[in-house]
């Protein structure tokens, strides 16, 4: 039942193509109806052998073996292509609407979740789910029907004989059942064995650096050496062995197991050919039907797997699929892929997101308290910027500066007090036309590995040329740009060329200012760039900053003294506030925080 | 547009490679030799069966003798647990055996791992390189395991079948076996499209994950950025790459199953119109018709079987080739020959006109290697100087034993190349760099790394304690060590609080510690190495100012005695060194004291100018 509950999924995907699923079970009858008559025909020809037979019924017997199977080889082809080809259709309708339900998922999520995880979902579990649909469905299909095509015709010769051929038939299948249940066993500990020396491999090349450096290579090997062999003679060749052990028996004992209903059949059906109760003709039929059952009961053992694996694998899937997206939208319906609409034809199109009349810019934190996993983060937050304004955000690591950010645009939901933008609260505005008035730029940059301009046009629908030309520029990523050979449209990454952290945020800076956003958030967004640079980014943005409004982090004074308003995070609250001048009156954090830095200086000079 | 990693479009089989792959074997060729020696034993016993039964049915049943059919039977059970037993030591023994060489390989991989130069690890995500040691390697043992003995099995049951049925009777064997050049018609078909699709459908999986890992790393970017649905139609269309692949290799499995059976049954038909008349004109026992018909069938069993086997064949061969490749990834910075070993260093560091460059510059091809990367590029005589991508242009300059020197300039002028070319992780093109009047490419490598103490801006730290984290695996840190070290640096304090104290746990990365912390580790790692010299990337930006002051009061305690070269992006916190270079575009533009440069008023001095100027104007109103 749980697993019915957890394929429950894919009844919709599979609904979709009813009509072809059922042309492929027509197929699979037909296959196995014209794979039938070649033992019939193959007695007759060998019954008629004893008496007269002419050399043309002979050829017309032969010739018939071969119509039957053409007939079986078209339908067994259009089998394969229509069943598996609908698991694969299957798979990519499944694999997109998990992409797209992923693009919905909130932030805590992936925080939450280790990338790996979800690619192992989106990938290895949704091969293991691909195969339960494909050779899984088909297989299972083509066993039962093969099975009761054949046992008709075998009990239409001899019951008894039948009952014997397929004595080890049960055993055969509970063999499989149970070798399957070790080996899964048994290969899950391998894994997780074997997961350990993943790791520890991983940490190394992770840290080749620091294992130069402290030339620490020898030492590594012999750690690696110890911990592969702890596993390999110990745990984990004793586990693989425990593995060996049940597995080299396996097939020679099926094969051992099917060959002996066969000598069954060579003795007491030699018997009964014996005493005139079947001909000779009827002996090699039935050896053929048997024949034609070794390989579905060996396939039943492997499908029986596969589609376990196929059910425990969409149970993981369907964990993602389960997740909600934290942040949504109020008033749009509940859908798990909100940017998603389905049309009737079933193909998918993407509605343009309701655009909001361009707001004014004037934000306003409420009373704004936030708690991440039980810790307080934001105490009781009142700020309002007014539009235009620029504001700075200083304070010690962990005092609430990015959250307070992460807030604004949403990537957190708020859970006390408010958020207003031009008066309204954040969550009446729909969360796309929000962000599109955000130019954000994070903490750590993220690029994607693409070509230079396909990362600065990232958040716009069009770029012209010149657009990001001039988002470049501003963002002093221009001369840097221009130097490389090709231009704009060098790649960034691993197949094209490494930037140095500087140019990474400035390209990220880039990526902001193209959107034109009425709001502009720099998260410590210049701690790579140089102070030389830094200044000339500062110069350009003061220039954009007009009519917009800015909110800079960062440690820096350099960077934060010429706003309108300084403010001060302390331990998740507001502590100061106050231009460059009055809160260097005032004598407090941000006084002594220049002072420090002067002091720093001075120390150093002497 | 995404990277991905381009699967090598490898024969199916290259004698080349299978020759290397099977050198993995030589260890254990009494295991080997006697597995096929099973395997032949197990093979003719196959062969048998069809046989005992023509027996059965020409000598017993037509005879009706029972006693005989008894006697048959008997044979022919005990054939089948022959068979089995045997099968089963077969399988046992090449199980066991792939273990072992998977365990052979995976050292070897690792082992190389550890001596490559940090170019190749520059080039090469570490994901990959997992890869080649994780599942590449589980893709050989299916070939040594699976398929190298199996095949051979496979081919010696169509040989024992080839050969009894001659035997049985010749012209219905040649008449039979007609069929064969039709056989191989249809595999060479399927081998070409086989072979297509499947390159196409893994190039297809690798960009899909390429692409997931992208995304789900930059998901949250994606979404303030509003990229959705650019994003998805991205997707899309890689995704519908992989479903066209699909189904294109589903077309190619589709006809080579039904073709194989009705060849098949062609030979089977061909038996019995021909057989048939045999039999009539008594040159053929009934026996030996069933005996053909069973022995067709078994013939072409194994070569249905074939499209499985050649996907297993089909995947080791591209694995290998890329295990191989890793294996051939020169290890072009190694111990020299003739290594110096110098008996006590002084800490004497010169740089005589140094030139050196990461790649050459080439416009045809902005990405510079292939996917596994190649060596660093040797200076060529005949290349010039302006087809070089140069980081470092013609860098000259001594420090004397104990002397701290600051690094300083903008970013990408070329600071952390000059620490890395000191420790050679990188060789230099032109020119030289001595240590105590030593090239350091004559030097033993061990003793020249180990005489530098090195702190990264990023510090690495593995999972373990803090205490191994300091020692690393060097034998000689004692306990007494550690405690002094990292008193010496302020983090005793910070240790002193935490429930188990050294021995404390360090997750992955040092996921629970914070940067300073991290810092502070990094230092007390340096100085229980007890290095000649200091090699110091600061790392600045991200702590407090309190972490801070502990940080610079740390670093003047390292720099003690020791001959240092440090990489600052403020210049408060090297004003105090004895000499400060200035680089600029690969170049030293500058070199001398704090006072000096200020008064030479040129780069050093700009620099000055922009990070303290405006601190200095309020200060004076004061």
């Given amino acids: ?606 | 547009m995404q990277h991905h990693e381009e699967e090598a479009l490898g024969k199916a089989y290259d004698s080349h490679l299978m020759r290397r792959l099977l050198r993995y074997l030589a260890p254990y060729r009494i295991q080997v030799f006697l597995a096929l020696l099973i395997t032949a034993a197990a093979s003719l016993l196959q062969v048998c069966g069809p046989y005992l039964t023509k027996i059965g049915i020409d000598r017993y049943i037509v005879t009706k003798n029972y006693e005989g059919l008894n006697k048959v039977a008997l044979i022919y059970v005990s054939i089948i647990i022959l068979g089995f037993l045997l099968g089963y030591i077969q399988t046992y023994i090449m199980q066991l055996t792939g273990q072992k060489i998977m365990y052979d390989l995976r050292l070897e991989i690792f082992t190389h791992l550890q001596r490559l130069p940090l170019a190749f690890f520059d080039r090469n995500p570490v994901g990959r390189l997992m890869t080649r040691v994780t599942t590449d390697v589980d893709v050989l043992n299916e070939l040594f395991t699976a398929g190298v003995v199996t095949l051979l099995g496979d081919v010696l049951v169509l040989l024992g079948i080839v050969v009894i049925i001659f035997y049985l009777n010749f012209k219905l064997a040649l008449v039979a076996m007609s069929v064969i050049p039709l056989i191989f018609l249809i595999t060479v078909v399927f081998k070409i499209k086989a072979r297509d699709s499947y390159r196409r459908v893994r190039t297809a999986i690798a960009r899909i994950n390429a692409f997931l890992q992208e995304h789900i790393t930059g998901m949250s970017i994606v979404q303030l950025f509003n990229h959705e649905r650019k994003s998805f139609a991205q997707f899309d269309e890689i995704n519908r790459g992989h479903l066209t692949a699909n189904l294109d290799s589903v077309m190619a499995y589709s006809v080579f199953f039904p073709a194989v059976q009705v060849v098949s049954a062609l030979a089977i038909a061909l038996i019995i119109w021909y057989g048939g008349g045999q039999v009539i004109e008594r040159e053929l026992s009934f026996g030996a018709l069933v005996a053909f018909i069973q022995y067709s069938e078994r013939f072409f069993r194994p070569i249905a079987d074939l499209s499985e086997k050649y996907n297993i064949l089909q995947s080791a061969m591209a694995s290998s080739e890329r295990i191989f490749k890793l294996l051939d990834f020169p290890i072009d910075i190694k111990q020299p020959e003739q290594p110096v070993r110098l008996k006590e260093i002084q800490g004497e560091i010169e740089f005589r006109h140094v030139w050196f460059a990461y790649n050459r510059l080439d416009p045809k091809k902005e990405s510079a290697g292939p996917a596994t990367g190649r060596a660093l590029p040797a200076l060529n005589p005949v290349t010039r100087e302006s087809e070089w991508d140069w980081v470092l242009k013609d860098v000259s300059f001594k420090v004397n034993p104990g002397e701290a020197v600051a690094v300083v300039g903008h970013t990408g002028a070329g600071k952390t190349t000059l620490t890395s070319l000191l420790m050679r992780f990188y060789d230099i093109q032109k020119g030289e760099i001595l240590l105590d009047g030593h090239d350091i490419r004559t030097l033993d490598l061990q003793q020249l790394r180990r005489s530098f103490g090195f702190v990264l801006q990023d510090v690495f730290l593995f999972s373990g304690t803090i205490a191994s984290n300091i020692r690393l695996g060097t034998p000689g840190i004692t306990e007494e060590a550690i405690y002094r070290a990292a008193q010496d640096v302020n983090l005793e304090e910070f240790v002193e609080e935490l429930p188990n104290g050294y021995v404390e746990e360090v997750k992955e990365r040092g996921s629970t510690l914070s940067t300073g912390q991290k810092q502070l580790i990094a230092f007390a790692r340096a100085l229980a190495h007890d290095p000649r010299n200091l090699i110091l990337d600061e790392a600045t930006s991200s702590v407090d100012t309190d972490t801070e002051l502990k940080i610079r009061d740390a670093i003047a305690r390292l720099m003690q005695g020791r001959t240092s070269i440090i990489i600052a992006h403020r210049l408060s916190t090297i004003q105090n060194a004895d000499k400060i270079i200035v680089m600029h575009k690969g170049q030293i533009r500058e070199i001398g004291t704090h006072q000096e440069l200020l008064a030479q008023r040129g780069i050093y001095y700009k620099l000055y100018q922009l990070q303290y100027k405006d601190q200095e104007l309020p200060l004076a109103r004061t």
């Fill in chain 1, 1 to 606: 039942m749980k697993k019915l509950s957890t394929l429950h999924r894919l009844r919709a995907y599979v609904g979709r193509y009813r009509a072809r699923l059922l042309l492929g079970a027509l197929c699979v009858s037909l296959s196995n109806l014209a794979a039938i008559a070649s033992p019939r025909f193959l007695k007759y020809a060998i019954d008629s052998l004893g008496g007269s037979i002419s050399k043309e019924k002979l050829l017309a017997y032969s010739a018939l073996i071969v119509v039957f199977a053409v007939l079986e080889g078209i339908f067994l082809f259009l089998m394969r292509k229509i069943m598996i080809g609908v698991s694969r259709y299957i798979e990519y309708d499944l694999r997109n609407d998990l992409f797209a339900h992923l693009l919905g998922l909130s932030r805590r999520y992936y925080q939450n979740h280790k990338t790996g995880d979800i690619m192992s979902r989106a990938t290895n579990d949704m091969n293991a789910v691909r195969m339960l649909l494909g050779p899984g469905i088909m297989y299972s299909a083509n066993t039962i029907v093969r099975m009761i095509v054949v046992l008709f015709f075998m009990l239409h010769i001899h019951v008894t004989l039948t009952l014997f051929a397929l004595a080890t038939i049960p055993i055969v299948s509970l063999a499989v059942r149970y070798f399957g249940a070790v080996i899964h066993k048994r290969f899950e500990k391998i894994q997780e064995a074997f997961s350990e020396i993943s790791a520890r491999v991983q940490e190394n090349l992770a840290g080749i650096r620091v294992i130069k450096a402290f030339t620490q290579e020898s030492s590594e090997i012999e750690q690696f050496k110890r911990l592969s062999q702890e596993y390999i003679s110990q745990e984990y060749i004793h586990k693989n062995l425990g593995l060996i052990r049940v597995w080299g028996a396996f097939y020679p004992m099926l094969g051992a197991l099917l060959g002996v209903g066969g000598v069954f059949v060579l003795w007491f059906g030699g018997r009964e050919v014996m005493a005139g109760r079947i001909t000779l003709g009827d002996f090699v039929a039935f050896n053929a039907y048997l024949g034609m059952l070794s390989w579905p009961m060996i396939a039943l053992g492997w499908v029986i797997n596969i589609i376990e694996r196929g059910s425990a694998s969409m149970g993981r899937i369907n964990h993602i699929f389960d997740a909600q997206p934290e942040i949504k939208d109020d008033s749009v319906s509940v859908s798990p892929v909100p940017f998603i609409l389905q049309d009737k034809s079933g193909s998918r199109s993407l509605p343009a997101g309701p655009v909001l009349s361009e707001i004014q810019g004037e934000i306003e934190f409420k009373n704004l308290s936030f708690a991440y996993n039980g810790t307080r983060v934001l105490r009781d937050i009142n700020l309002r910027i007014p539009r235009g304004a620029t504001y700075s955000i200083v304070g010690e690591t962990g005092s609430g500066k990015s959250t307070l950010i992460n807030l604004l645009a949403r990537t957190y939901e708020s859970t006390d007090g408010e958020i207003l933008i031009d008066g309204l609260p954040i969550q009446k505005y729909p969360l796309r036309s929000l962000r599109s008035q955000m130019g954000y730029v994070p903490q750590e940059t993220f690029l994607f590995s693409d070509t230079i301009r396909e990362n600065i046009a990232f958040g716009v629908e069009e770029a012209s040329q010149t657009a990001v030309h001039e988002a470049a520029r501003l963002a002093q990523i221009l001369p840097d740009v221009e130097g490389f050979p090709k231009r704009f449209e060098t790649l960034i990454g691993e197949r094209g060329i490494t930037l140095s952290g500087g140019q990474q945020q400035r390209t990220a800076i880039a990526r902001a200012l193209i959107r034109n956003p009425r709001i502009l958030i720099l998260d410590d967004a210049l701690s790579s760039v140089d102070t030389y640079t830094e200044e000339r980014i500062l110069t350009a943005l003061k220039e954009i900053m007009r009519g917009r409004t800015s909110i800079l982090i960062s440690h820096r004074v350099s960077t934060v003294k010429f706003a309108d308003q300084i403010i001060v995070l302390n331990q998740g609250s507001i502590v100061e506030r106050g231009t460059h001048e009055e809160l260097l009156d005032r004598g407090g954090y941000y006084a002594e925080l220049y002072q420090k830095q002067l002091l720093e200086e001075e120390l150093a000079g002497a």
